[in-house]
């Protein structure tokens, strides 16, 4: 039973495009994280909902947008894809401010061409 | 700023040999720290963390790491590498005054040798 489930696994679309990432997570975590992982494998934290209540909003382009409709799931919009957004991203949760760390899905992989 | 830094980009070890990953940090107070392990096509596996206490801490798959306040440095060993442990390991820190945005290092690559 995953623990953190991400979907779709891989996800290749055309520029201009507007696609979605959904994660779950069966934990019972309060917050869920979207980190990137660029091609040289360094990870940058996207946002963080704790609650569904957004807590962290890094500089990110406006054409990305979460959605958390409760605590377990976390989604991820992107309008308008962009060759610069190639990356995996990776959807994260934990209990509280995670001081036990956290649990990371296995990644989407999204290539833009 | 708060930073997390793995001086070493790629490391090659022979199978059977000890090994050593370093990390060090810079936070405004000691933060919480940890270990992540990341496959290839996975994604990441937490190996172990710190909060206090005993410096010396236990993880899965045979790893320890040391915390060192003097030197901020909380680096990972494993006394004998197996060829499965040939992986990404980033280190990780944060605190509870970050609203739980933990700071990732830039990952150490980790190459076993027959």
């Known amino acids: 039973d995953t623990a953190v489930s991400q979907t779709p696994k891989y996800l290749v679309t055309q520029m201009g495009n507007d696609k979605s990432i959904k994660c779950e997570q069966n934990?019972?975590?309060?917050?869920m994280y979207w980190y990137k992982q660029d091609s040289k494998k360094f990870l940058k934290i996207m946002f963080s909902y704790n609650n569904k209540e957004l807590i962290i909003n890094e500089t990110v382009p406006n054409r990305f947008s979460p959605k958390s409709p409760d605590k377990a799931h976390l989604n991820l919009h992107i309008n308008s894809l962009e060759l610069g957004d190639s990356a995996v991203y990776f959807c994260a949760s934990s209990q509280g401010s995670g001081a036990y760390g956290y649990t990371f899905g296995s990644g989407t992989r999204l290539t833009v061409v | 700023a708060q930073s997390v830094t793995q001086p070493d980009i790629h490391i090659t070890v022979s199978e059977g040999a000890s090994l050593e990953l370093r990390c060090n940090y810079s936070y405004g107070a000691t933060p919480y720290l940890f270990w992540y392990v990341q496959s290839p096509g996975q994604g990441l596996q937490l190996l172990l963390k710190?909060?206090?206490?005993?410096?010396l801490v236990q993880g899965i798959k045979g790893f320890e790491a040391e915390f060192k306040r003097s030197q901020s440095s909380f680096n990972l060993r494993k006394p004998s590498v197996h060829w499965s442990d040939a992986a990404e390991y980033f280190c990780a820190a944060t605190s509870n005054t970050n609203a739980g945005k933990s700071t990732f290092g830039d990952g150490t690559t980790l190459t076993v040798k027959p």
């Open positions: 710190y909060f206090s206490g005993d410096t």
């Open positions: 934990l019972g975590h309060d917050t």
